[in-house]
């Protein structure tokens, strides 16, 4: 199968996913033990010769059930696709996740998605998944239902790295306090963020570092400060330095700025992809524009070194086409 499907509803199932094994959870991140979910998909899709969809919900619950938005979220909806295309699954279903989603039954679930939308052969969960109704649909029950109808259920403890358990939530602390080397090391990949080329202030241009502008999520806790990074913009790549935060500047909400090595395009209203690669420091604040600039030279130069150095972390780096160029 060549083609990746993404679909959002049990009406929308390709005839090439139907009978398929699925992987389900929230995969926010798509982190190693994630990845350990989709690999035993994967293996159990080969030995009985059958389709992958990677079965998730959009937005997160926890989001729903808050009076507002709150979760640093670590991946979304096509961040989720862009991944599990790249480490091999054949489609994604991402539920709209909403009140009447919220309300639905765990047998009702199992009936509606797994047995008649998707007819799953195999259904793989990690250890702490849980669905329907007052989260009733535990993994032991998913384990009852599947003997009644007809699907094995494969259930998978999360991995371990550094005595801690692999999380979204330790993650998402990591990108918090700057650990960025941390982050990825437990995501398996250099963390992504992307969104739509913004006009900014301008002020990059005038001191000689131009940007592509871009807002992230007002719940995006991400440590202010500079970072090396690697960008793809289409199919071209590109090496830069990205700063989000500006101390110096009156300015309520912070874009995230990149400004791309040996590059002058106007790029405005294009899709913009960025690896974030090492962290280069924290925010400073400058008496004057030439000690800004100074520091943005070190920033430049420390920022090119680190990516002259870096390597893949896995083998999913470079099936996301970011870090290792051709």
């Known amino acids: 199968m060549t083609k990746f499907h993404i679909f959002t509803g049990p009406n929308d199932v390709p005839a090439a996913l139907k009978n398929c ?19 035993r998909t994967l293996e159990i899709a080969r030995r009985d010769n059958r ?19 709150f979760m640093f979220r670590l991946t979304q909806g096509e961040q989720k696709a862009h991944l599990a295309k790249a480490l091999g699954m054949d489609g994604i279903m991402i539920l709209p996740f909403d009140g009447k989603l919220a309300s639905l039954e765990a047998e009702q679930f199992v009936s509606d998605f797994l047995v008649d939308a998707l007819g799953a052969s195999s259904v793989v969960v990690g250890e702490d998944f849980h669905f329907g109704r007052a989260r009733k649909g535990t993994p032991q029950f998913l384990q009852q239902a599947g003997k009644g109808a007809g699907f ?18 330790r993650i998402r602390a990591s990108l918090t306090t700057a650990e960025l080397d941390l982050a990825n090391r437990l995501l398996g990949y250099h963390w ?4 739509e080329v913004i006009k900014g202030d301008q002020r990059g ?4 570092y131009p940007t592509a502008n871009f807002k ?34 009156d ?3 912070n874009p995230f700025e990149v400004h791309i090595f040996d590059f002058d395009e106007d790029i405005y209203g294009q899709h913009i992809e960025v690896a974030l690669v090492s962290f280069i420091r924290g925010q400073m604040t400058f008496d004057g524009l030439d000690e800004l600039i100074m520091q943005m030279d070190a920033d430049s130069k420390k920022a090119k070194a680190a990516l002259a150095a870096v390597g893949p972390i896995s083998p999913l780096d470079e099936k996301l086409g970011l870090i290792i160029k051709g």
């Open 152 to 169: 094995d259920v494969h259930q998978l403890q999360l991995l371990q790295s550094e005595s801690d358990a692999v999380s979204s939530s």
């Open 251 to 253: 300015i309520h909400q």
């Open 205 to 208: 241009r005038e001191l000689g």
């Open 216 to 249: 992230l999520c007002e719940t995006c806790l991400l440590a202010r400060g500079v970072y090396a990074v690697r960008v793809r913009l289409g199919e071209r790549l590109f090496d830069g330095v990205a700063s989000f935060g500006k101390p110096m500047f």
């Open 51 to 69: 389709p992958t969809v990677m079965l998730t919900f959009e937005p997160h619950p926890r989001d729903f059930f808050a009076p507002e938005p």
């Open 21 to 39: 094994v699925v992987a389900i959870g929230n995969f926010d991140g798509i982190h190693l033990g994630h990845q350990k979910i989709i690999a």
């Open 192 to 195: 992504l963020i992307a969104g």
